[in-house]
């Protein structure tokens, strides 16, 4: 009741609709009441309860906007907000590394496809051709999906060597950028 009276009928109630985390606050929370007083009005009839809770399918998928409360705390913490600055100067670089990214995916993918799908089952369609080429690029190497013959491990030992290049380059940049916006919040303060 008084949240109700403080923040839907008190001072600055609009300013309170306008912030989009309380917004988020009440959608995430919702779902629960509305399943709460659905079970108080159903009472023990199971199934006309299970079809009302398909009906409120909606309303759970609102349960997501729980995660991100979390975003919440950004504000308080220095050093997130630096963070978020310096991914928002590197916003070109960032893009670049992504185009870079689904470009190589889906060159050396296919490549390996052409390559390897006569002898290798593991390799039966062009996307998993790009999944392997992105774990490989990225050096996640999970070795679900591994060239056997000599032709495609020359060029996976080609994709994984410009994988390392491909993340190092990046790197310089983004650290360079990082000490630029750490330098300007510690002149600011």
């Known amino acids: 009741k008084q949240w109700y009276q403080r923040r839907v009928r008190g001072p600055g109630y609009i300013a309170f609709w306008r912030n989009m985390f309380n917004i988020l606050d009440i959608l995430s929370i919702l779902p629960f009441y509305v399943s709460l007083v659905t079970d108080l009005v159903n009472g023990d009839d199971v199934e006309e309860a299970h079809d009302q809770h398909r009906s409120y399918v909606v309303l759970r998928v609102c349960r997501i906007f729980r995660v991100i409360r979390v975003f919440k705390f ?11 600055k310096v991914v928002g100067h590197a916003k070109k670089e960032l893009g670049l590394l992504v185009l870079l990214l689904f ?24 996307m998993q051709g790009c999944w392997w080429a992105i774990v490989t690029i990225t050096t996640i190497g999970y070795g679900d999906v591994v060239p056997q ?13 410009l994988g390392i290049v491909f993340l190092a380059l990046p790197m310089t940049i983004i650290v360079g950028k990082f000490s630029n916006v750490y330098e300007k919040e510690k002149d600011r303060e």
């Open 74 to 84: 950004i504000r308080h913490s220095q050093d997130l907000i630096l963070i978020i």
């Open 103 to 126: 470009i190589f995916s889906v060159s050396f993918g296919s490549l390996m496809y052409y390559i390897e799908h006569a002898t290798n089952p593991q390799f039966n369609s062009i």
């Open 149 to 161: 013959t000599w032709l495609g491990k020359i060029v996976g030992s080609f994709v994984l060597t």
